[in-house]
């Protein structure tokens, strides 16, 4: 089982995002990496969240790929993730992070 997390703030993402990001998210999986993920949808309370040392408006998702990538492969990859829920949400490149992880050795 393959797990994407997405940490998120409280009301910054609405249901109907959410269940569109999660779609997209599965999409991206499916054809990168060969599997449907499950997920651990995280919600931090408002003003629980900091980005240099102000209120964060941040997000993170974290994905495993299903094999080691090298930089040049995984570079479009987190740009494409990026561009995913920077389109779905409206936030800006500054405000999502994006992490696609190798298989444990």
Known sequence: MSTCMCVVQEGQISAQTEEALRNDLVAFASQH???V???NWIVVGK???FTAAQP???VIVS???DRKLPLSEREPLLRELGDIWINRSGLTGN???T???DPPA
Do not use: K, L
């Open 37 to 39: 993920p499950q997920f």
């Open 63 to 65: 994905m495993p790929a």
């Open 99 to 101: 992490v696609i992880t």
């Open 56 to 58: 964060s408006n941040s």
């Open 33 to 35: 990496f060969g599997y």
């Open 47 to 49: 003003g629980n969240g």
């Open 95 to 97: 405000e999502v992070v």
